[in-house]
């Protein structure tokens, strides 16, 4: 191609800092180095994780940026070293689960969070920008038609998926529907509550009825996510607002004492205690799979001590080489549903009405279209 081991000029929606809309700029983007991919992006979406690095944590050295993290492209060439990818190969983004042989976890010495975590970006990057370098978000950037990726935060899937549809597996159907299946590990028959109906929290609902859940009680403020919620398996529907006592009362009352398990999909630290306190004795799970890095929560020993389990999960548990393939799979199987979390199509010029919409709580999820295939 004309453009392998060349600078690449193109448009990018760039967050040159907190709190502001972003801007799209021509940036350049270098060729890929060695163990890198660059890739031209086709689609992606826009995920509460974009918008808590430019509106709640905001960071300073986390400027400028390009955020963007839930993505799906062509690769355009690789870098030495590569073999797994080759120009014209499908990969979608997973910056969450870096590759690890360890069955026990899916994080990696080597992946953006491990020292980077509260900045969300490295130091090293292929971008830059009127003469300024761009950090790269959470090692992807997606919010740009090109970029240049580590090899191991992608993964090589089925050509015939529909890249405006499974760019959403680049994290939060993957984190909450992973919450549910690899992390809490629900079991049949049992009884789920879901905090948050966000796509992620919705994804967690889709991945208690796959699990084989009986009951599932979404919780959230917004009563007007319940008929969504409806369509990936809940079958009940609790708003806190409703009710003067604490939502665990509530749900112990709903459940004779407690639910099996419970997610907290919001990533908020007064949530994580009532998803806890929401749990049965004995045997109850709750799972945290909301971000953030805010705040410090808090329980009593003795809800730990009664048998309950305090869990976290990070990227559902799964580990991209494999597990994104594998959730490919199952929608052009149709055993797990991407299209009915899309809401909204845009293009990326359009980018900061889709992220005023999510902040508004208007939307599930927006798709912009980068480039054409």
Not at 199 to 223: E, Q, S, T, W, Y
């Amino acid at each position: 191609m004309a453009t392998v081991g060349k600078v690449i000029k193109c448009k990018a929606a760039v967050a040159w800092e907190p709190n502001k809309p972003l801007v799209i700029e021509e940036i350049e983007v270098a060729p890929p180095q060695a163990n890198e991919v660059r890739i031209k992006i086709v689609a992606t979406s826009v995920c509460h994780t974009d918008l808590y690095h430019l509106f709640e944590s905001m960071h300073k050295d986390g400027f400028p940026a390009v955020l963007g993290h839930e993505g799906a492209g062509i690769v355009e060439s690789v870098g030495p070293g590569v073999t797994e990818f080759q120009p014209g190969h499908v990969p979608v983004f997973s910056p969450e689960c870096r590759f690890c042989k360890n069955p026990k976890a899916n994080q990696c010495e080597k992946g953006w969070a491990a020292d980077h975590y509260d900045v969300m970006a490295t130091p090293d990057t292929r971008f830059t920008c009127k003469g300024k370098k761009i950090l790269q978000f959470m090692g992807t950037s997606t919010f740009s038609q090109y970029t240049v990726i580590n090899q191991m935060a992608v993964a090589k899937i089925d050509p015939a998926a529909p890249l405006d549809k499974v760019c959403l597996l680049g994290c939060g159907v993957c984190t909450g529907f992973g919450a549910a299946v690899n992390t809490a590990k629900v079991e049949p028959g049992s009884t789920c509550a879901v905090f948050g109906l966000g796509a992620v929290g919705l994804a967690a609902v889709m991945g208690c009825k796959f699990a084989g859940a009986k009951r599932i009680i979404a919780v959230d403020i917004n009563p007007e996510k319940f008929e969504k919620a409806k369509v990936f398996g809940a079958t009940e529907y609790v708003n806190p607002k409703d009710h003067k006592k604490p939502i665990s009362e509530v749900l112990a009352g709903m459940t004779n004492g407690g639910v099996d398990f419970s997610l907290e999909c919001v990533g908020n630290v007064g949530v994580m205690r009532s998803a806890l306190e929401s749990c049965t004795k004995g045997w109850g799970v709750s799972v945290l799979v909301g971000w953030t890095d805010m705040h410090d929560f808090a329980a009593r020993p003795i809800q730990l001590i009664s048998g309950r389990t305090w869990k976290g999960s990070f990227f559902g548990g799964f580990k991209s080489k494999d597990g994104v393939p594998e959730m490919v799979k199952a929608y052009l199987d149709k055993k797990v549903k991407l299209d009915e979390f899309i809401t909204h199509n845009m293009t990326l010029d359009q980018i900061n009405n889709a992220i005023e919409m999510m902040k508004r709580g208007e939307c599930i999820r927006t798709v912009l279209s980068v480039t054409q295939q």
